[in-house]
């Protein structure tokens, strides 16, 4: 069964970098999207970005879009997702999660079935 993993979360300092990697096992990522969700306490989980399983097709949310950017090794079975020009305002729980899907790839919850543990970002000074 597949399991995702995420890590490279820390704390930072405004206007900084991380980059999250999600790792996968038990199964491949092929002919699967993934997607990041973030986190804060007392609000919904919101899609960040996300990449499709060729990595043709990718969407990021209007708060992150030019500062974040996912990408993908299917080989390693590994996503990333490089944060630049961080803001407190990013400070959240990140997650990984995996959708059956050969096409595309939405920032929408419903379809992704399998999620990591998450991890935490921090951005402050």
């Known amino acids: 069964q597949l399991q995702l993993v995420e890590s490279g979360g820390g704390l930072v300092q405004p206007g900084g970098s991380l980059r999250l990697s999600c790792a996968a096992s038990g199964a491949t990522l092929d002919y699967k999207a993934i997607g990041w969700f973030r986190q804060v306490p007392g609000k919904e989980r919101e899609g960040v970005s996300c990449?499709?399983?060729?990595?043709?097709?990718?969407n990021y949310s209007d708060s992150v879009k030019g500062r974040f950017t996912i990408s993908r090794d299917n080989a390693k079975n590994t996503v990333y997702l490089q944060m630049n020009s961080l803001k407190a305002e990013d400070t959240a729980v990140y997650f990984c999660a995996s959708a059956v899907r050969l096409y595309g790839c939405s920032l929408g919850r419903n379809g992704y079935t399998n999620w990591g543990p998450g991890t935490q970002v921090t951005v402050s000074s």
């Open positions: 990449i499709s399983f060729t990595s043709g097709s990718t």
